[in-house]
Every structure is written in structure tokens, then in C-alpha cells.
């Protein structure tokens, strides 16, 4: 039964108190201890204690006291009377101020309390006990009994045979107490030395040691707790929550240590930074102090050197001295913001520098320092420059001296080469324009020879100490000047004369290029034409070849012109070259073509002519007798063709008309089969002119339409037709004789055919097959149409031949009659039997067919119990198979 609202957050459904887990009365006894103990470690604070805990509480006076110590707060004052209203009023006290604290009391009244109700008395301490000891503990966002197993687990997790699931079973060996002392108290139990096999000696060590060190009562027995299948989960879960409160104590005080130990930490911290402050201000002052005199100093050097010597000082001063110090001062700053900040934070007074070294007076020493250095580098800079002038001047001289004496280096010798001579006309304009640059590059340099002579009379204006050797190396470069321009004008006139004689040449080679190559084209592609193999196959193509190369012999007096006007060009070319002693480098730049060439050509073009011509007579003669052997294959293909095609139409008509009797249409065809026989020489004299035209290597013909192949493949059609046709008839005839069917039934069986043959190639297909069986009255399904076009269509052609549709036909209207005769000669053999004997078909039948019959009854054999004896059903399946009957 519940003892309290299971809404309440703090407890679990396993933490109901239950009357009936009382009647053990092992549970019954721990939790008497465990619960006695646990209000004793409490009622000791205040002086008193409990034996009996169902009777020290029936008054309520302890009752309300042990509510007052664990809680903190003041209940109502008790009764003092010794009367049962006076022991109900305050026991009812206690149990309200339970209920105010959230906790909602189910069946424990105060009258139960009263009465000395043991059952109701440790409900109602277990109730206390989970909401002032087990409630408010809390861990990784778990609390009560799930926080206080979580935290167990937490604790234990390192320890080996340790396994905490729960609050009876996984404390019996005492291994989960012991773990628990040594994660926080390693010095009181040597763990190592416990041994999961001896639970007793665990279990009191826990015990023994959490009583006197932990100042935890002994509230379990290890006796009750080994000997018992299942520890109370009350007990023990009461016990395990007195560890965590005597732990989670512990860290409280350890914490509050170390917050005073950390205040302590921030105090001498702070009085170090202060110490800090003093010594790098008081520092900087004196390096700011002693560094000011050197940058106010303004004594002037006389040389360059020494004056450059004070500016690499001073460089030294920016780039080694001052950085540390300007790192100091920055750090200085930030200490004592840092210092300032702390000091605020822990609500201590500002800290106050020494007079004279507050961060205002450091920026104000450190102001003076840069004012002082700035005029410094300005008295440097402007020393520096005077000083530069006279020696800037002197060697700009020099720099622009040998800059312009580099350039004219060899410039004379270059001016004064004869190279032009010899050269191409490329080669001469490239040189021209080579000189042209020459000429803008001279001209640029005026400004440059200017500048020199400018520079040398100012530093004859200022005295240079070394005028002399600078005026002698001004007029050596004037004069030089002078030279080069003479020498320039000269080249340049020799080089556009040149010019002018090698581009006349230049277009002579280009004139002869122009047509040389063109001529030379036509002769190469004239001698490729008139040695090209050519393959004609017909009488025009020869004629027009011939056409063509006379044409071609018509232009040749014109061909030989332009030839002798080539050759006239290059010998112009050639008496220029003479005239003016033209020293020729190489051949003509745009082609290859050489006069040798063009004459080598032009005589073999004339020697291949009249071979040509002799080619093409040969080939004349070859393609009349070509088209003679087409015109004689035609005239008989174009006969041959024609009458094969009638022979096949008529052999049609003949299988699809009715005219006669099946055996008057026998024999019209075989007499039409001999006549088709006796056309054979006709095609063998075919066969000998396609031979002739495979040896001539013909390959078309252009008066026929008909290959040899055609007339082969229709003669076999003809020869297959004519006795596929006559093999059908006879087909039919046995199919009559056998079936009993009469030529008027023939007729209108062929007929139906031909009516639905609706293509006229005399077989139906499936669809027309199908249209033809509704018509006469079938009531096809699909499985009953694949059925019949199994029977008509053995080889699945998805066609209907005449032959099978008259095998169908016959069949269906001859399977009554069948049957009826079946039947009446099987009575006859059976007599009054039901089944028939083999010696009885011997005797009744001639002997073959007797043996015959008596061959296809032996699979049947075997009815009502008599060897060799058959049945109706099977006498009639022997005979004329299951799907006839």
C-alpha cells in the first residue's frame, strides 16, 4: 500500500511503502536498525535518542524534535500532557509539517503513531527519510533515488568486482561500501587487500571504519545483510544516502578552502603587480631621462662619412634601443589596467603609483623623447643632403659617362662594315630598319651627351676638386659625338641603293615564281593525268576520256608560250645580276622551281602524249566488246525473267481454283511441270553468256533489269512451287480417301479458304484463321483457339496452309460418325463383355491387322483384373487417338 502521492518528483513507484514486505521479518529487523541508527545520528544533536522506535515515538515530543533538527525550522509548540488527545495533537503536528513540505501521507494517522502501529511508524520514518535525506540529491540532472544510484555508480566505476544496479543485491558483498570509503578517504582502507569471497569481513570493515572515522552510526548488521537473499532496499538505500551526505559535506569544506585560499592568491598577486609597476616605471623614466641629451645634440661633421655614421646611429637607436622600450611602456600600461581591474573586482581600494610615475607622467617624459627625437632626424636628413649634393653631381657625371661610352662601344667598327653587299632583300631591309633604330637610338642619346657637358660646367662652377679630369673625359665623348654621325649618313646611303637594285630583282623572282608555279602544277598534274590507270566500264565513258585528251593536245601550243615566257624572265634576272656585279646569295626565295625543272617536265609531258592516246584506242575496242556481250544477256534475261514470273502466277491461280477433280488437277499439273522441265536449255544457254560477262569482268548492265542471280533464285521458286502445288493435291486426294469426304465438301472447303484467304497468297493467317471459325459458328475462347492452331500449325508459323485447314475440317465432321462406328464394332468384338481379348482380334481380324491392333492395345492392357484385355475407352484410343475422340 502507498504511503504518500506517487506525483511527487522526488520518489520512485520501488520506493512505496509496502505493508506486506514487512511480513518478512528479516527486512522488518534491518529496517528497525537501519532506521533507529539514522534518527539517532540526528536526536544525538540534540542530547537525546530513541530504543524502541515504535514506542519512543507514540507520543510525538521526539517526533516533533527529530523534524526540528533535520529540517531547521521550529514546530508548533507540543503538549506536555501524558493523555492520548495530548499524544494525537502532537503526533498529528509532526505529520502536518511533513505534508507541508510537499509530501502527501496516504494511511498513517496519527491515532496508528500513537497506538505503537509498527508498520505505520517505519512508513512514516521512511517518508521522512526520503524527503530531508534522499530528495535533494542531485546528480547529472538525476535526482532521489536515481541521483543517489548514479552518483554510487559514478564513485565506484573504477573499482574492479564493483557493479552498483541497485540498493539491495549489489551491496552484499560489502565491495560497493568499501569503494565508496576509499574513493574518498583512500588512507582508511586498503582496498587492494579485499577479496569479493569474504562479504563479512568487507561489509564490517565498511562499517567499522564509517563509524569511526565518518562519524556514520552502524546501521546494518553484516550478518543480516549476507544472510539475507535480498537486502532491504530501504535499509540500504537509507545507509548509502548517510556516505553521500558525509562526502558531499567534505567537498564543501575542501571548497570553501580553496575559495579562501584563491582570495589569498589574488592579494599577492596584486601586491606583485604593484612592485612590478614601480620598478619598470621608475626604469623607463631614467632610459627616457638619459636618451633626451643625445637627440638634442647638433654638433655638425664635416664629411660624409661621419655624418653617415651619426644617421646609422641613430637608425641603430630606432631599430635595437627603442622597441624594447616601447614594448615596456605598453606593458606598463597594461599592467596597470590589469592590476586596476583585479583591485575593482575584489572590491579593493585603487592602486595609487609613486609621484611622479603615474601612466600620465610616463606619456608625458615619453612625448619629450619623440619631440626630441623627430628634431633630431630632421637636423640628420638635412646635413646629410648638403653634403650629397657635391658628390650626387660627380657621380651622376660618371654614371652618364659610362652609361653613353658602354653605348658607343663599337659603334664605329659597326657603322663602317660592308655586310650589305652580299646580303638578300630581306636581309637589306632588315639591316635598313636595324639602321633606322640605330639613327632614333643615336638621336636619343643628344639629350644624354647634353646632360654630360651640362653636369661638368656645374661642377666647374662649384670647384669640384677633380674639374680637370671631368673636362677631358666631356670632350673625348663630344668628339666621339661628331664621328658617328658622319659614319651614320654615309651607311645609310650605301644601304637604300642596295635596296633599290634587289628589290627589282626580287620582283623578277616574284614575277617568275608566280607563273612558274601554276605551269609547273598543271604539268605535274597533265603527266599524273596521262599516266593515271584509268577503269571504264561502259562505251560513253571510254568516248568521254577520249574527248577529253583531245581537248587536252588542243591547249598545248598555248602551254608552250607561257613556258618560253618563264624562261624569259629568269634571264632578265640573270643579265642584271651581270650589269651591275650583283653578288647573289641564294636562289629565288618563293619557289623551287628551277628553269632545268620546267624544260625536264615539259618534254616528259610531250613524250607521255601519243602513249595515252595509243591507251586509249586499246580500251575503245575492249568496251565495244563489252556492250556487245550485255545487249546478247539481256535480249534472253528479259525473256527468261518475264516468263518465269507468269509460270509462278499461274501455278497460284491454279492452286486456288476449283475446275475438276482433284485428279484432273493432278494431272493438269504434272503436264505442267514437264513443260516448265523442257524450258531448262534456255537458262543453261543464260548460264553460258553470264559467264562470258564474269570473264569480261562486267558488272552491270544497263539494257536489263535481270541479274543472273534473279533468274536463278525465280527458276528454284518455279521448280519448288509446281511441286509443293502437286504434292498438296495428292495430299488432299489421301486426306479425301481416308476421311470418306466428298468433292462438294472439297469445294466448299475451298471455298471457305479462299473467301477468308483475303491476301490471295493461299494461306490464312492467325486473325483471318480466327475470323473464319466464328463465321462458322465456333465460339472460340483463347486457350480453345491455341488448342486448334496447335492442330492446324504443327511448326508454330502463325499460318494456315489448305492442306491443314482440310485436315481440320474433316476431322471435326467426322468425329460423330467415328465414334457411332467405334462403338458398334467394339460390341460386336466384346459380346456381352465390356472389354475385348486379344485371341478374339486374332480371330475376327486378318492377321496383320490383328498384330497391328493388337501392338497399340498393349500399353491399355489390364482392365478389371483380366491380362491382355482392354476396355471401350481404351480399344478406341488405340485406334484413333485421345484428341479424335
Known amino acids: 500500500m502507498d504511503h504518500y502521492d506517487e506525483d511527487q518528483d522526488y520518489r520512485h513507484p520501488e520506493d512505496d511503502w509496502d505493508r506486506d514486505l514487512l511480513l518478512d521479518p528479516a527486512w522488518e529487523k534491518q529496517q528497525r536498525k537501519t532506521f533507529t541508527a539514522w534518527c539517532n545520528s540526528h536526536l544525538r544533536k540534540a542530547g537525546t535518542q530513541i530504543e524502541n522506535i515504535e514506542e519512543d515515538f507514540r507520543d510525538g515530543l521526539k517526533l516533533m524534535l527529530l523534524l526540528e533538527v533535520i529540517s531547521g525550522e521550529r514546530l508548533a509548540k507540543p503538549e506536555r500532557g501524558k493523555m492520548r488527545v495530548h499524544k494525537i495533537s502532537n503526533v498529528n503536528k509532526a505529520l502536518n509539517f511533513i505534508a507541508s513540505k510537499g509530501v502527501k501521507l496516504v494511511s498513517i494517522g496519527a491515532e496508528e503513531i500513537v497506538d505503537g502501529n509498527a508498520k505505520m511508524t517505519l512508513g512514516m520514518i521512511w517518508t521522512i527519510i526520503l524527503r530531508f535525506a534522499i530528495q535533494d540529491i542531485s546528480v547529472e540532472e538525476t535526482s532521489a533515488k536515481e541521483g543517489l544510484l548514479l552518483w554510487c555508480q559514478r564513485k565506484t566505476a573504477p573499482y574492479k568486482n564493483v557493479n552498483i544496479q541497485n540498493f539491495h543485491i549489489s551491496w552484499k558483498d560489502g565491495l560497493g561500501f568499501c569503494a565508496l570509503i576509499h574513493r574518498h578517504r583512500p588512507e582508511l582502507i586498503d582496498y587492494a587487500k579485499l577479496r569479493k569471497d569474504d562479504p563479512m569481513t568487507n561489509l564490517n570493515t565498511a562499517f567499522d571504519v564509517a563509524e569511526k572515522y565518518l562519524d556514520i552510526p552502524k546501521m546494518l548488521d553484516a550478518e543480516d545483510v549476507v544472510s539475507t537473499l535480498r537486502p532491504d532496499e530501504k535499509a540500504v538505500m537509507t545507509y548509502v544516502s548517510c556516505y553521500y551526505h558525509a562526502f558531499s559535506g567534505k567537498q564543501k569544506a575542501e571548497t570553501a578552502a580553496n575559495r579562501i585560499c584563491k582570495v589569498l592568491a589574488v592579494n599577492q598577486e596584486n601586491e606583485q603587480l604593484m612592485e612590478d609597476y614601480e620598478k619598470l616605471a621608475s626604469d623607463l623614466l631614467e632610459w627616457i631621462r638619459r636618451t633626451i641629451p643625445w637627440l638634442e645634440n647638433r654638433m655638425p661633421e664635416n664629411t660624409m662619412q661621419a655624418m653617415q655614421q651619426k644617421l ?115 636581309e637589306i631591309k632588315a639591316l635598313l630598319k636595324k639602321h633606322e633604330a640605330f639613327e632614333s637610338d643615336l638621336a636619343a642619346h643628344q639629350d644624354r651627351v647634353e646632360q654630360i657637358a651640362a653636369i661638368a660646367q656645374e661642377l666647374n662652377e662649384l670647384d669640384y676638386y677633380d674639374s680637370p679630369s671631368v673636362n677631358a673625359r666631356c670632350q673625348r665623348i663630344c668628339d666621339q659625338w661628331d664621328a658617328l654621325g658622319a659614319l651614320s649618313q654615309k651607311r645609310s646611303e650605301a644601304l637604300q641603293r642596295t635596296e633599290k637594285l634587289l628589290e627589282t630583282i626580287d620582283q623578277l623572282y616574284l614575277e617568275f615564281a608566280k607563273r612558274a608555279a601554276p605551269f609547273n602544277n598543271w604539268m605535274e598534274g597533265a603527266m599524273e593525268d596521262l599516266q593515271d590507270s584509268f577503269i571504264v566500264h561502259t562505251i560513253e565513258e571510254i568516248q568521254g576520256l577520249s574527248t577529253a585528251h583531245e581537248q587536252f593536245k588542243a591547249t598545248l601550243p598555248e602551254a608552250d608560250k607561257e613556258r618560253q615566257a618563264i624562261l624569259g624572265i629568269h634571264n632578265e634576272i640573270a643579265k642584271i645580276v651581270q650589269t651591275y656585279h650583283v653578288n647573289m646569295a641564294g636562289s629565288n626565295p618563293y619557289t623551287t622551281i628551277n628553269p632545268q625543272e620546267v624544260n625536264a617536265k615539259w618534254d616528259k609531258v610531250r613524250q607521255l602524249v601519243p602513249l595515252r592516246d595509243q591507251s586509249l584506242i586499246e580500251e575503245h575496242a575492249r568496251q565495244q566488246n563489252n556492250e556487245r556481250l550485255r545487249r546478247q544477256f539481256a535480249n534472253q534475261a528479259n525473256v527468261i525473267g518475264p516468263w518465269i514470273q507468269t509460270k509462278m502466277e499461274e501455278i497460284g491461280r491454279i492452286s486456288i481454283e476449283m475446275h475438276g477433280t482433284l485428279e484432273d488437277q493432278l494431272t493438269h499439273l504434272r503436264q505442267y511441270e514437264k513443260s516448265i522441265i523442257n524450258y531448262k536449255p534456255k537458262i543453261d544457254q543464260l548460264e553460258g553468256d553470264h559467264q562470258l560477262i564474269q570473264a569480261a569482268l562486267i558488272f552491270d548492265n544497263k539494257h536489263t533489269n535481270y541479274t543472273m542471280e534473279h533468274i536463278r533464285v525465280g527458276w528454284e521458286q518455279l521448280l519448288t512451287t509446281i511441286a509443293r502445288t502437286i504434292n498438296e493435291i495428292e495430299n488432299q486426294i489421301l486426306t479425301r480417301d481416308a476421311k470418306g469426304i466428298s468433292q462438294e465438301q472439297l469445294n466448299e472447303f475451298r471455298a471457305s479458304f479462299n473467301h477468308f484467304d483475303r491476301k490471295r497468297t493461299g494461306i490464312m493467317d492467325a486473325e483471318d484463321f480466327k475470323t473464319c471459325l466464328i463465321s462458322m459458328g465456333y465460339n472460340l475462347g483463347e486457350n480453345e483457339f491455341s488448342r486448334i492452331m496447335s492442330v492446324v500449325d504443327p511448326n508454330r508459323m502463325g499460318v494456315v496452309t489448305f492442306q491443314g485447314f482440310i485436315d481440320f475440317m474433316s476431322r471435326e465432321t467426322a468425329d460423330t460418325d467415328t465414334a457411332d462406328q467405334v462403338m458398334a464394332s467394339f460390341k460386336i468384338l466384346a459380346g456381352d463383355k465390356n472389354y475385348i481379348l486379344a485371341d478374339e482380334l486374332r480371330r475376327e481380324l486378318p492377321p496383320d491387322q490383328a498384330e497391328y491392333c493388337i501392338a497399340r492395345m498393349a500399353p491399355y492392357s489390364g482392365p478389371d483384373g483380366v491380362p491382355g484385355a482392354l476396355d471401350y475407352m481404351s480399344f478406341s484410343t488405340a485406334l484413333y487417338g485421345e484428341s479424335d475422340l
Open 312 to 426: 646609422e646611429d641613430f637608425r641603430d637607436y630606432r631599430r635595437l634601443h627603442k622597441p624594447p622600450k616601447v614594448q615596456e611602456k605598453c606593458q606598463l600600461e597594461i599592467n596597470f589596467n590589469t592590476l586596476q581591474t583585479k583591485l575593482r573586482l575584489s572590491n579593493r581600494p585603487a592602486f595609487m603609483p609613486s609621484e611622479g610615475k603615474m601612466v600620465s607622467d610616463i606619456n608625458n617624459a615619453w612625448g619629450g623623447l619623440e619631440g626630441a627625437e623627430k628634431g633630431y632626424e630632421e637636423w640628420l636628413l638635412n646635413e646629410i643632403r648638403r653634403l650629397e649634393r657635391l658628390d650626387h653631381l660627380a657621380e651622376k657625371f660618371r654614371q652618364k659617362a659610362a652609361i653613353h661610352e658602354a653605348w658607343t662601344e663599337g659603334k664605329e667598327e659597326m657603322l663602317q662594315r660592308r655586310d650589305y653587299e652580299t646580303a638578300t632583300l630581306s
